[in-house]
T-cell receptor, first 112, second 116 residues
């Protein structure tokens, strides 16, 4: 089983649509969780951290289910500028140090 | 807003040559990382660095790779003898370890390494 698994997409949605991405992770000891956004040939940019209680930032809502080892991202009222690859990231701890494990990313294209 | 910077943005080198990729992490951050992304593939962890030593390294980070923090600001990745398969985007990242925080990492714009 892959460490962090995502549907690669692409998801093609019209402007204004709501779209949801899912991610599963294999290491139950993972410490923290994030969604990053990556534009073509650019660096990953932090979109939001993901907390067990669920958290919202404007049009973006993230959820974490530790029991199912599942993370989700919901984008409401999608804009053309939301077109990007969304990376599910798990932060693993090993003897006091941390490292990120990335999913392959889900491509989103928002169409006019 | 403070940011991670990397130089050069693009490096072309011949197989077997040594390259040094440079990064300036965010100034008050204490953990530093290198990741790589081969075109069309996922971002992969290479190495983490804390308190002037390597904390963890991946299987990719073999004897051909080394990291250094030569002064108070720069963090470098050296590849001693480049191979064609080292061609990738190399990202530097840094984080500030705050107790109870999520240890968010912030990434530089990357150096695209092309080995010919």
């Amino acid at each position: 089983r892959k460490e962090v698994e995502q549907d690669p997409g692409p998801f093609n949605v019209p402007e204004g649509a709501t779209v949801a991405f899912n991610c599963t992770y294999s290491n139950s000891a993972s410490q923290s969780f994030f969604w990053y956004r990556q534009d073509c040939r650019k660096e990953p940019k932090l979109l939001m951290s993901v907390y067990s209680s669920g958290n919202e930032d404007g049009r973006f809502t993230a959820q974490l289910n530790r029991a199912s080892q599942y993370i989700s991202l919901l984008i409401r009222d999608s804009k053309l500028s939301d077109s990007a690859t969304y990376l599910c990231v798990v932060n693993e701890r090993n003897s006091g140090t941390y490292k990120y494990i990335f999913g392959t990313g889900t491509r989103l294209k928002v169409l006019a | 807003e403070p940011e991670v910077t990397q130089t050069p943005s693009h490096q072309v080198t011949q197989m077997g040559q040594e390259v040094i990729l440079r990064c300036v992490p965010i100034s008050n951050h204490l953990y530093f990382y290198w990741y790589r992304q081969i075109l069309g593939q996922k971002v992969e962890f290479l190495v983490s660095f804390y308190n002037n030593e390597i904390s963890e390294k991946s299987e990719i980070f073999d004897d051909q790779f080394s990291v250094e923090r030569p002064d108070g600001s720069n963090f470098t990745l050296k590849i001693r003898s480049t191979k064609l398969e080292d061609s990738a985007m190399y990202f530097c990242a840094s984080s500030l370890p705050i107790a109870g925080a999520n240890y968010e990492q912030y990434f530089g714009p990357g150096t695209r390494l092309t080995v010919t």
